[in-house]
Nanobody
Framework: QVQLVESGGGLVQAGGSLKLSCGAS????????VGWFRRAPGKEREFVAS????????FYADSVKGRFTISRDRLNNTVYLQMNSLAPEDTAVYCC??????????????????????WGQGTQVTVSS
């Protein structure tokens, strides 16, 4: 069983940056994929980015490509989401999730919430204009 806890959310002005953290407890195997999702008020949850626990496989939604960077620190069991050039439309609750990835796929194959097995509670990010 994996437990995930997010931190780092807050209020930032447009154009600013935030770095979210997702701390994982429990066994994290190399094939696992960790993803970030977000849900804005009145909208469906959407995929943001994913990273495979081992290797260099990452994948991003088009809406954040070039602005957000996902990374992981296996020593500290933490996945980060560095968010730059934030805009009001990035305002949402951001959640991290872990996919057991039983078939050993790459990060690009884990871009839908249905693929994930464990979820954190989320952290609020608010970008003011």
């Amino acid at each position: 069983q994996v437990q995930l806890v997010e931190s780092g959310g807050g209020l930032v002005q447009a154009g600013g940056s935030l770095k979210l953290s997702c701390g994982a407890s429990g066994p994290m195997f190399g094939r696992y994929i960790v993803g970030w999702f977000r849900r804005a008020p009145g909208k469906e949850r959407e995929f943001v980015a994913s990273v495979r626990w081992s290797g260099s496989s990452t994948f991003y939604a088009d809406s954040v490509k070039g602005r957000f960077t996902i990374s992981r620190d296996r020593l500290n069991n933490t996945v980060y989401l560095q968010m730059n050039s934030l805009a009001p439309e990035d305002t949402a609750v951001y959640c991290c999730a872990a996919d057991r990835n039983d078939y050993g796929l790459g990060a690009a194959q884990a871009d839908h919430e249905n693929k994930y097995d464990y979820w954190g509670q989320g952290t609020q990010v608010t970008v003011s204009s």
